[in-house]
């Protein structure tokens, strides 16, 4: 079964550090890749996502993410982060061809950056 | 342009009875999907509609079930709630297959 592994549960940074959260999926087939955020109080939002192309791709406020296939990995950046990045991150992915465009999502990375 | 809509955003209900959650899509988006999320974990797939067909469904019960109307909008049914439905329930709506999915705020449901 296709499933998705956020290795950090719960990460603690200082203003101006740098972030970098690890995704890795489990399907060998096609697959179109998603990060999304939940600000406190909001609903989830589209981080970035990619597709095919350069697996390097840039998303909203500065972050990106890395797509490298052979390590099934899908892993978040961000070179400095800011007391606002405070949120729970989502790493999801879909099998492309398949019947449903249903999101498998990993269960979050809740990310606390401290002023 | 509104983006995806839920209604209601909080709701109450006892163990047993019914409940019929709602949610209107971006326009011109065809898809629409519906997604339990309960504190901890990431959203888990529970329905996926396009062009008012059933494309897919989650590991839930029968007592779950959902149906999309001509204008696209969506809703989801659970019956015979158990304490166990408590969670927020989202929607997501994608303009075609295979495309990013747009989330609505969600419902908040607690059986008690």
């Known amino acids: 079964a296709q499933s998705v592994s956020q290795h950090n549960h719960h990460v603690i940074l200082s203003e101006a550090a740098s972030l970098e959260l690890g995704c890795n999926y489990s399907?060998?087939?096609?697959?179109?890749l998603f990060w999304y955020v939940q600000y406190p109080g909001q609903h989830l939002q589209l981080l970035l996502k990619y597709f095919s192309g350069d697996p390097l791709v840039k998303g909203i406020k500065g972050f990106e993410a890395e797509f490298i296939k052979s390590k099934f990995s899908f892993n978040l950046r961000k070179p400095s982060v800011q007391w606002s990045d405070t949120a729970e991150y989502f790493c999801?992915?879909?099998?492309?061809?398949?019947?449903?465009?249903?999101?498998?999502f990993g269960t979050g990375t809740l990310l606390a950056v401290q002023p | 342009d509104a983006g995806v809509t839920q209604s209601p955003t909080h709701l109450i209900k006892t163990r047993g009875q019914q409940v019929t959650l709602r949610c209107s899509p971006i326009?011109?988006?065809?898809?629409v999907s519906w997604y339990q999320q309960v504190l901890g974990q990431g959203p888990q797939f529970i329905f996926q509609y396009y062009e008012k067909e059933e494309r897919g469904r989650g590991n839930f019960p029968d007592r779950f079930s959902a149906r999309q109307f001509p204008n696209y909008s969506s809703e989801l049914n659970v019956n015979a709630l158990l304490l166990g439905d408590s969670a927020l329930y989202l929607c997501?709506?994608?303009?075609?297959?295979?495309?990013?999915?747009?989330f609505g705020q969600g419902t908040r449901l607690t059986v008690v």
């Open positions: 997501a709506s994608s303009r075609e297959m295979n495309t990013e999915a747009f």
């Open positions: 326009s011109g988006h065809k898809s």
């Open positions: 999801a992915v879909i099998s492309v061809g398949g019947a449903t465009n249903k999101l498998i």
């Open positions: 399907y060998g087939g096609t697959v179109n």
